[in-house]
């Protein structure tokens, strides 16, 4: 490498540090860079401007993720005294649904790290980066019309539903089972990127048409076959039943149990796929490194649950479910040959998590608004309840 | 830095100086500053037509701070602690 190409890399690092400092560390990204530019190597001065480039990477994050949160309750940006742990522990006391991004976004960074070991082939991390940025995308525009649509939200349970149906007897059948959709040239399953969000959404609307929406979803797992998914749907519905014993939760997991129990008697002879089935095992014949990556990976799907049980009492059952319904994939993916969410080769479980994310509270322990109750079928301690997904 | 006795150091020099990466030394400098141990002012350089560089020093309570825990001796204060949270 030149002088001169080591010399511009390094002007390169310091005006993207420049640009991704906040405001009032904007002194400190100059005088990096004037003293890169004193530095007379030109392989040292590239070092340094890297080095300062991804040493400060994690404070301009931290400050970029808090400065909502700051402005939501009042505060003035934090001052550099305050630790980053701090920092992102206020984040996930306040914003799950931030929280969620970054464990979906350091996920996807660790099943990367382990496909990048175990020799995947490129175009693998290609696109599971690109799923991220589609479900990250899509999760900040619905939750922005959520409030402007929360009357659809049954009727987009039941579309959904519908979608999960047609492909369960017009989608892509490979032995037997019928699970996916070939959309742009790329195979997606939908029911990993609906059925998450169906679930958290009758969590916290539970209406006639979003109970039929859900039997529906049951009787589409078991015509795929699917018991994975029949499993999520079952796991979840069991925990919500448990935390609310209503009449139509009750209804909607008697179906899904049915659901499992019929994929439980159905054939699934599909083989284990590489790179997305039963890597929780094999990950660790790669490399210890990569087995620890999906292990961790699959662990920080959990995190929005479990932080936000323990600190947020008056929205548990959203969290539950959101943690009951990741947990069964999980552990689905360790039984049978089922893809590994997130950490594996996939896009679908990608978007789907990243969609699911609009079941939690946008912001913890939320003042709940007027009750907009419907015959006593919602939750009335759920502050952002109006779910409306645009998925169809 | 407690060495120099007022000295202002540039950040290059205090790198090497501290045998630690820039990727280290600029958050600490930036939590120091932020937290009053440490001064940081732009200087004209004496040559003429270089832009001013940004120097550092400790402040007194930066300097009580370094004299309180010196190299090898476990931090005591609550700032140390907290910044061995991150």
Same mark, same amino acid.
């Given at each position: ?41 030109? +392989? ?8 300062? *480039? ?14 909502? &949160? ?13 630790? +980053? +742990? ?6 996930? *006391? ?10 979906? *976004? ?46 659809? +939200? ?36 939908? &029911? ?90 094999? &990950? ?13 990976? &699959? ?94 | ?8 150091? @540039? /950040? ?23 937290? /009053? ?16 560089? @940004? ?16 190299? /090898? ?14």
């Amino acid at each position: 490498m030149s002088g001169g190409l080591r010399r511009g890399l390094a002007e390169f690092a310091c005006r993207s540090l420049k640009a991704a400092l906040p405001p009032s560390l904007q002194s400190w990204a100059s005088a990096i860079r004037i003293e890169t530019a004193e530095i007379p190597d030109d +392989t040292k001065a590239l070092q340094f401007a890297l080095g300062s *480039l991804f040493g400060l990477m994690p404070t301009a994050l931290g400050s970029r993720l808090l400065r909502p &949160s700051a402005l939501l309750i009042g505060k003035a940006a934090p001052s550099h005294g305050e630790t +980053t +742990t701090m920092n992102f522990y206020d984040i996930a *006391l306040r914003r799950p649904r931030a929280t969620g991004s970054v464990c979906a *976004l350091g996920a996807v960074a660790l099943g990367l790290c382990y496909m990048g070991v175990a020799g995947a082939p490129s175009h693998y991390l290609a696109i599971n980066s690109a799923a991220l940025a589609i479900g990250l995308a899509m999760l900040a525009l619905l939750g922005r019309v959520m409030q402007a649509a929360r009357q659809w +939200t049954d009727g987009t349970i039941a579309v959904m539903a519908g979608a999960l149906l047609a492909t369960a007897l017009l989608g892509n059948h490979v032995d037997g089972a019928a699970r996916w959709v070939t959309l742009g040239g790329l195979s997606i399953q939908p &029911s990993l990127v609906l059925l998450p969000l169906m679930i958290g959404a009758f969590a916290r609307w539970r209406t006639a048409l979003a109970t039929a929406g859900i039997i529906a979803a049951a009787a589409a797992m078991a015509l795929q076959p699917d018991r994975a998914m029949a499993g999520m749907l079952a796991g979840s519905l069991a925990v919500l039943a448990m935390m609310r014993p209503e009449r139509q939760i009750m209804v909607a997991l008697g179906a899904s149990i049915a659901s499992f129990i019929i994929t439980l008697a159905r054939a699934d002879t599909l083989p284990a796929a590489p790179y997305v089935d039963q890597i929780l095992y094999s &990950s660790f014949d790669v490399h210890l490194a990569a087995g620890a990556a999906v292990l961790l990976g &699959s662990a920080l799907l959990l995190v929005p649950s479990i932080v936000g049980w323990c600190r947020d009492p008056a929205n548990r059952p959203a969290y539950a479910v959101f943690g009951a319904a990741w947990l069964a994939g999980i552990v689905a993916a360790a039984l049978g040959n089922y893809p590994t969410p997130i950490v594996g080769y996939g896009g679908s479980a990608i978007i789907g998590y990243a969609l699911s994310l609009l079941v939690l509270p946008k912001h913890a322990q939320a003042v709940a608004g007027a009750a907009f109750r419907k015959q006593g079928e919602m939750d009335p301690t759920q502050p952002d309840r109006h779910l409306i997904v645009g998925l169809a | 830095m407690l060495d120099g006795r007022g000295q202002w150091w @540039h /950040g290059y020099e205090l790198a090497k100086l501290a045998g630690i990466k820039s990727g280290t030394l600029y958050p600490l400098l930036i939590r120091l500053e932020g937290q /009053g141990y440490l001064e940081a002012e732009w200087q004209q350089p004496a040559e003429g037509g270089r832009p001013p560089r @940004h120097a550092y020093r400790l402040s007194a309570s930066g300097e009580q701070l370094a004299r309180a825990n010196p190299p /090898g001796k476990p931090a005591t204060s609550v700032a140390q602690r907290r910044k061995a949270m991150i």
